[in-house]
């Protein structure tokens, strides 16, 4: 009996809560967002459908009164369905934003282009261990009193040193102006990182739960990462009670913590599994 219930760890788990057990649980609950293949990371789609769907079950009372009311103060006049909405096309966005626009696609491809000059972003590694840095993100820099040129601050990861590197670049000029580097600092991980860390937990010894709870689920083959929907953030320490020795290093490293589901079905429980994406480990903690 023993052998049979621990076979079944990674069977779907019908219930409110998710166990973080020896191997990852496949769960059949609702959480945020749909259990779609072309829902976005970190997004709201269960909230939004439980919106729409309660919105609509009350325009679908409201009609129905309404249609009566009108039919009972309107009998024998003719009417007229209403004309479908329309939507405006989006206005043209021009090459360069004025003031505090965001910045447009030209903006941020010139800025991570100037910021990236070589040589020095060519000795950096990103989260791969390819050449250059790990592109983070580029948002508008904050303007300067009466100075009208628009600046971006671009955030770039040197794996090869564990720096944040941040570069303000002159979007008028095309120089940059301002260019430092701290350790320590872990902002939010960029989509790219995240699909590293997918991939280091299904080549890693522990991927093997992930592996069985997909096909508990799906009753199919786990082969590729594509089969997954998933998303994460850095894993910080300071908020654990108890952090492996292996991870003691996390917040000087890159770390981060994936949750993970089926696509278009339930979700995968790998809260426990904890990627070092500086040194390419994957721990269990819990």
Known sequence: MYEIARRHLGKVVAGAAMAVTGTAVAVAISLPGPAGADEAPGGRGAAAAGSSAGAGATGAAGGAGASGASGASGEGEGGSAPQPATVAPPAAEGEKGVGGDPLTDDELARAEALALTPPAASAQQDVTGGRGPQRLGTRLADPRPGDPARRAEVRLYDYGRDELVTKTVNLDTGKVEKSGAQRGVQPSAHPDELREALE????SPLGK?????????????????????????VYRPYRESEVPERLARCGQHRCVRLVTKVLNGPWIDTR???????????????
Do not use: M, P
């Open 209 to 233: 739960g992930v592996e069985e709870d997909y096909e508990d689920a799906t009753g199919k083959k786990l082969t590729s990462g594509e089969q997954l929907w998933f998303n994460g953030d």
């Open 272 to 286: 426990n599994l904890i990627v070092d994406l500086s040194a390419r480990t994957v721990t269990r903690v819990g």
């Open 200 to 203: 280091l937990i299904l080549a």
